[in-house]
């Protein structure tokens, strides 16, 4: 079977998305590639916003191609499923300007995941993926029916069928992704780097996927949850690659990037710089000063709240106090170019205490951004404590529920975000 995987072209003007909007690699995309081509399919990866490429352009260049199956991802990559743009209008856009010229149409990533129906109702598409696609894919590329395949949601005549809850990818035996040198040569976006030179191309890679800890507000619920390591060596195997097409910077997706002191070893005096997000709680200062010596130049560390109050109803399960974390931060500072410290905006945590921590950590030279409310997606457990389950409104309802609670913008956004309804109607999303 030929199976084209798309990234659309995203846009993302009055959107509340918090993710970095420069073009990054689809890693879910590389993933599926790699385990459709072992398991004997062709397939050809095509990236919007990467190439350059509107919602008419890039259904031109899969129409060329003649695809027997069409996947689009509803996330501008994997490093961004937990905080995916929450309309779907540009995917939808792709899907119209398509047409049915795209054969069988699947759609993978966090919306098909917790809402599956209204997933499959404003896409159009013939089926959603349920939770890591790459091994599901597979499987529906084999399927003379799709009732055997796991996981996904379909629609049968006038009947959706939905066979199971969202799955996980074994993930741990994942080969090394492969990707276009054009790619690689155009790509000089270095993901989360400030304070220090961006030279050459950027890449992403992923070494770990899901996370040990559950944080109230990470919506991972349905999707890259469990933690897995992938073999330290395949990872060298990929990262050799990207090196020899002449990748600089490398940034780990990694949900949360732990201390590997193997993998960071095998990186010391490979010349390359990374980045990384993390918990500073996790790592002792040895281990920060490896880090350093690796080559990483930019930590992206959750703190979230400075009470440890505030820390316990996120559910953070910190062993630190506010204090120790600082100066935890600022010794990571000592090794690394550019630290930063996040924050969200909690009852417990008064201006007060926040602008005097912020200030420490500024005059530090660690940055700490100025705390803005939760966006409560509907696969974290935000959501189920504010409104239950998810159903097929949950995306609307998260919505409406952050922008009541909206009288700033955060430090990444420049204009006032729009109604769901209203983004998703330019797209003739129903």
């Known amino acids: ?43 050809r ?48 856009e792709f899907l119209d300007a398509l047409g049915r010229d795209g054969g069988q ?37 084999g399927a003379a029916d799709w009732r055997t395949t796991r996981s996904i949601a379909f629609r049968k005549g006038d009947e959706t069928i939905v066979t199971g809850p969202p799955a996980a990818t074994r993930f741990i035996d994942l080969p090394a992704l492969r990707w276009p040198d054009e790619w690689i040569a155009r790509h000089d976006h270095h993901h989360h780097r400030f304070g220090s030179e961006c030279v050459g191309p950027g890449a992403e890679v992923e070494a770990s996927r899901g996370c040990p800890y559950s944080c109230s507000f990470c919506a991972k619920l349905d999707y890259r949850d469990k933690y897995r390591k992938r073999d330290v060596g395949v990872v060298l195997e990929e990262i050799d690659a990207l090196q020899r097409q002449g990748a600089r910077y490398i940034y780990f997706i990694d949900e949360i ?27 002792k200062p040895d281990m920060l000063d490896l880090l350093g010596e690796a080559g990483c130049v930019s930590i992206e560390a959750g703190v979230e709240s400075l009470t440890e109050e505030g820390r316990a109803s996120l559910d953070k399960l910190c062993r630190m106090t506010t204090d120790e974390l600082a100066e935890r931060l600022i010794h990571a500072r000592k090794r ?57 409104m949950a995306w609307e309802r998260a919505h409406e529920h952050y922008l009541a609670q909206f009288d700033t913008l955060s430090d990444i956004q420049d204009e006032r975000p729009a109604p769901l309804r209203e983004l998703e109607a330019a797209c003739n999303c129903r």
């Open 257 to 283: 990037f732990l201390p590997q002191k193997p993998l960071l070893e095998a990186l010391v005096g490979r010349g390359l710089a990374f980045g990384i997000q993390t918990r500073i709680d996790l790592w």
């Open 336 to 392: 690394v170019p550019f630290v930063q410290a996040n924050l969200i905006k909690t009852a417990q945590d008064e201006q007060a205490l926040v602008d005097d921590w912020r200030a420490r950590l500024h005059r530090a030279g660690v940055w700490a951004n100025d705390p803005v409310p939760l966006y409560p997606y509907p696969s974290s457990p935000d959501y189920h404590r504010l409104f239950g389950a998810p159903d097929d």
């Open 105 to 141: 149409t699947i759609a993978i990533g966090p919306h098909g995941s917790v809402t599956p129906v209204a997933a499959l109702r404003k896409l159009g598409v013939d089926a959603v993926v349920r939770g890591e696609c790459e091994e599901t894919l597979v499987q529906m590329a």
């Open 45 to 92: 990866m095509f990236d919007g916003l990467l190439d350059g490429m509107n919602a008419a352009e890039l259904a031109a260049a899969v129409r060329a191609y003649g695809p027997d199956m069409t996947v689009v991802t509803t996330a501008p990559t994997y490093l961004f499923w937990r905080c995916a743009p929450p309309e779907l209008r540009a995917p939808r």
């Open 1 to 43: 079977m030929r199976i084209a995987l798309v990234n659309p072209a995203w846009r993302f003007e009055n959107s509340i998305y918090f993710g970095c909007r420069a073009p990054h690699l689809p890693i879910e995309l590389g993933a599926s590639q790699v385990l459709l081509e072992r398991a004997g399919h062709e397939a």
